[in-house]
C-alpha cells in the first residue's frame, strides 16, 4: 500500500462541464510534468473520445465488480451512467510523478479532499453560461447533451467557494498561464514559469 509524502499533490480540477478543465489540465500538466488519473465509467464513448485516455470505458458488470471490491475511492452516478476513480491508479501514478491530477465534478472533489486531506488541492475552472454554450455547439455536442451539460451548471457553480483556487477560463493563454503559476509557485516549485 502506498503511503501518501507530504509533498504528494493531488489537483482536483471541477467546475461546470465545457469551461474547459481538461485543456487547461492537460497544457499546464505537460509543463508542470503531471500525469491525469483517469476515471472508469460506463458511459458509452463519443465519437472522439479514446478508452483510456478519456476514461477506461467499462461495461456495467465490470464497473460493479469493481466497486464490490472497493477499488474505487468514490463512485457516482451521473444522468444514468456510473463514474469512479481508483485509489491504486492514485498510489501509482503519484508513486511515479509525484503529482497528479483529476477531473471530477463537485461530488467526487468533495470525496477526494475528505480523503487526501491537505494532500489534495481543488483547482475550480469556470466559464458564464453563454460562452460554455458557444464551445459546446462549437464542438459538435448534441442539443439533447447540451440541455443535460446546462441542467448541472449550477449546482456546479455553487462549488466555487469552497475550492482552494479559482480561475475564470475565458482567454485560454491567459487562464494557463495564471494556473500554471499558481501551482509552480504554491506547490511543485519547478520553477519553470517565465516570470517576465
Ligand atoms: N479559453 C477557451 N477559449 C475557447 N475555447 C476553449 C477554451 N477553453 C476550452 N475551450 C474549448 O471548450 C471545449 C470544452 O473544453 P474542455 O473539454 O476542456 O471542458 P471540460 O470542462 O473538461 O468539459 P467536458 O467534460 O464537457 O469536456 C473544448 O472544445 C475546448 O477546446
Ligand atoms: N465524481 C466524479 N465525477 C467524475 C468522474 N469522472 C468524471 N467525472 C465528471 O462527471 C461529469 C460528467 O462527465 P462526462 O464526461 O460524462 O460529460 C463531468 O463533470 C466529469 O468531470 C469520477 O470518477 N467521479
Do not use: W
Not at 509524502?5 to 480540477?13: A, G, L, P, T
Not at 485516455?53 to 467499462?58: E, K, N, S, W
Not at 485509489?87 to 477531473?103: C, F, M, R, S
Not at 480561475?167 to 487562464?175: S, V
Request: charged fraction near 30%; glycine fraction near 6%; charge should be negative.
Amino acid at each position: 500500500m502506498y503511503e501518501l509524502k507530504e509533498h504528494d499533490v493531488i489537483f482536483i480540477f471541477t467546475g461546470p462541464n465545457g469551461a474547459g478543465r481538461k485543456t487547461v489540465a492537460q497544457m499546464s500538466g505537460d509543463t508542470l510534468g503531471m500525469k491525469q488519473v483517469i476515471s472508469y465509467t460506463t458511459r458509452t464513448p463519443r465519437s472522439a473520445e479514446v478508452d483510456g485516455q478519456d476514461y477506461h470505458f467499462v461495461t456495467r458488470d465490470v464497473f460493479a465488480e469493481a466497486q464490490k471490491n472497493n477499488e474505487f475511492i468514490e463512485v457516482i452516478e451521473i444522468d444514468g451512467n456510473y463514474y469512479g476513480v481508483k485509489g491504486q491508479d492514485i498510489a501509482n501514478t503519484l508513486h511515479k510523478h509525484g503529482a497528479v491530477y483529476l477531473i471530477l465534478n463537485r461530488f467526487g472533489a468533495e470525496a477526494v479532499k475528505k480523503l487526501y486531506d491537505t494532500n489534495a488541492v481543488r483547482i475550480f475552472i469556470y466559464a458564464d453560461k453563454k460562452t460554455i454554450l458557444k464551445r459546446e455547439e462549437e464542438r459538435g455536442d448534441s442539443p439533447e447533451l447540451i440541455e443535460r451539460y446546462m441542467s448541472h451548471f449550477e449546482e456546479e457553480m455553487a462549488y466555487k467557494d469552497q475550492c482552494e483556487h479559482v480561475f475564470e477560463n475565458l482567454d485560454l493563454a491567459h487562464t494557463v498561464f495564471d494556473l500554471t503559476k499558481t501551482l509552480d509557485d504554491n506547490y511543485l516549485h519547478r520553477n519553470l514559469v517565465d516570470k517576465d
